[in-house]
T-cell receptor, first 116, second 112 residues
Framework: GAVVSQHPSWVICKSGTSVKIECRSL??????MFWYRQFPKQSLMLMAT?????????EQGVEKDKFLINHASLTLSTLTVTSAHPEDSSFYIC????????????FGPGTRLTVL | GENVEQHPSTLSVQEGDSAVIKCTYS??????FPWYKQELGKRPQLIID?????GEKKDQRIAVTLNKTAKHFSLHITETQPEDSAVYFC???????????FGTGTSLTVIP
């Protein structure tokens, strides 16, 4: 099946710094990718839709200036958590549909962010 | 936007028994309903899905039913095994490569 990777798999950073997380579709092109956030023992909450070549669409309540999303190519979307704080510590997961018209999506392995 | 509710939040069953997890959704435009199994710290794994033009789908020990009129769908696992223990999430989407909205999750424990 299709493969989506994320890098890094885990990261620890100091409060106030910025962290970039990459999501790559390895064997298919993804014009759209999705970013989710998952706190311990909670569900996956959709943060934003990443659109190749255009601005991301953010869900209500998600600060677009804090969570910067860039989808510069058909195989790469990045999420930058700016001025990270301990409350941003979470598991961030991306997903991508195999094609624009397909229902099935492929998830990345996730990135564990810990902000000290 | 879409709101997906899931029950129960925790479920314990004896090995060999059946487990049922239920979800409701709010957006009548949703027409794709996948179920995911997630182990701690790992990505969600698709276990079964159903589209709105189908009322039931089965894959070995796993089945999903959909009542589009009532806006609810359920996951049924028969002959449960200890390796079925995990967190299960339902989701709803309008399909066609659009975003998923997930339920709150069910932690299933199968007791040997």
């Amino acid at each position: 099946g299709a493969v989506v990777s994320q890098h890094p798999s885990w990261v620890i950073c100091k409060s106030g710094t910025s962290v970039k997380i990459e999501c790559r579709s390895l064997d298919f092109q993804a014009t759209t990718m999705f970013w989710y956030r998952q706190f311990p023992k909670q569900s996956l909450m959709l943060m934003a839709t990443s659109n190749e070549g255009s601005k991301a669409t953010y869900e209500q309540g998600v600060e677009k200036d804090k969570f910067l999303i860039n989808h510069a190519s058909l195989t790469l979307s990045t999420l930058t958590v700016t001025s990270a704080h301990p409350e941003d510590s979470s598991f961030y997961i991306c997903s991508a549909p195999l094609a624009a018209s397909t229902d099935t999506q492929y998830f990345g392995p996730g990135t564990r962010l810990t902000v000290l | 936007g879409e709101n997906v509710e899931q029950h129960p939040s925790t479920l314990s069953v004896q090995e060999g028994d059946s487990a049922v997890i239920k979800c409701t959704y709010s957006d009548s435009a949703s027409n794709y309903f996948p179920w995911y199994k997630q182990e701690l710290g790992k990505r969600p794994q698709l276990i079964i899905d159903i589209r709105s033009n189908v009322g039931e789908k089965k894959d070995q020990r796993i089945a999903v039913t959909l009542n589009k009129t009532a806006k609810h769908f359920s996951l049924h696992i028969t002959e449960t095994q200890p390796e079925d223990s995990a967190v299960y999430f339902c989701a709803a989407s309008i399909g066609g490569g659009n975003q998923f909205y997930f339920g709150t999750g069910t932690s299933l424990t199968v007791i040997p």
